[in-house]
């Protein structure tokens, strides 16, 4: 499966962002989940979605700012941003696992990044 990420841009703190995924093949047996990247920092989780969509799971960080979503019939997952930060300023990767992997500590599929920069 080969995952498209897309979405990113330029925002204002305090704005809202929209990513999307697109997944090549099916996605519905996946845990599906989103991870970032600051300059000079190591890869964190921030969303993930188990395969049926009706568990979500964020860290502190993020949760009540953060929404992921997937739909199964399109092989897409998305993850809503509002209440944005400076520092969530990261490059944003789409991820998917087995479907036990439901915290993503074991990633199967990487999409490459798109670009999110929060200015103050």
């Known amino acids: 499966v080969q995952l498209q990420a897309s979405g990113g841009g330029l925002v204002q703190a305090g704005g809202s962002l929209r990513l999307s995924c697109a997944a090549s093949g099916r996605i519905s047996t996946y845990t599906m989940g989103w991870f970032r990247q600051a300059p000079g920092k190591e890869r964190e989780w921030v969303a993930s979605?188990?395969?049926?969509?009706?568990?979500?799971y964020y860290p502190d960080s993020v949760k009540g700012r953060f929404t992921i979503s997937r739909d199964n019939a399109k092989n897409t997952v998305s993850l809503q941003m509002t209440s944005l930060k400076v520092e969530d300023t990261a490059i944003y990767y789409c991820?998917?696992?087995?479907?036990?992997?439901?915290?993503?500590?074991?990633?199967?599929?990487w999409g490459q990044g798109t670009q999110v920069t929060v200015s103050s």
């Open positions: 979605i188990n395969w049926t969509g009706a568990r979500t």
């Open positions: 991820a998917g696992g087995d479907m036990t992997q439901v915290l993503l500590r074991l990633v199967d599929y």
